[in-house]
Nanobody, 123 residues
Framework: VQLQASGGGLVQTGGSLRLSCAASGRTFSNYVMGWFRQAPGKEREFVAA????????DYANSVQGRFTISRDNAKNTVYLQMNSLKPEDTAVYYC?????????????????WGQGTQVTVSS
């Protein structure tokens, strides 16, 4: 499956952005989807994951209550709504796909990755 992330940009502290990740090539609804991020000089880290049917998503503690992951299987797209953004949210955000929800927060279990979209939050 091919993934294309978009929606990043520059936003002030407290602002909002919505990231999108469009999938193509295979049946989107067969895949668990995740969002990860990588800040300069840091390792890539888990942000959020969502099951094939879109229920019971999981979040990193750092974004719980501020970010919402969702998916539209009819549009082959997963979203990440980011509210109350902080400077520490600044990173390149990646979407990823895998077959099983097991170890949903471990990046090395994801087989497919998008190219990343930059999110910059100014203070």
């Amino acid at each position: 499956v091919q993934l294309q992330a978009s929606g990043g940009g520059l936003v002030q502290t407290g602002g909002s952005l919505r990231l999108s990740c469009a999938a193509s090539g295979r049946t989107f609804s067969n895949y668990v989807m995740g969002w990860f991020r990588q800040a300069p000089g840091k390792e890539r880290e888990f942000v959020a994951a969502i099951r094939r049917n879109g229920i019971w998503p999981d979040y990193a503690n750092s974004v719980q209550g501020r970010f919402t992951i969702s998916r539209d299987n009819a549009k082959n797209t997963v979203y990440l709504q980011m509210n109350s953004l902080k400077p520490e949210d600044t990173a390149v955000y990646y979407c990823a796909a895998k077959s099983s929800y097991t170890d949903y927060d471990r990046l090395n279990t994801y087989a497919y990755w998008g190219q990343g979209t930059q999110v910059t939050v100014s203070s």
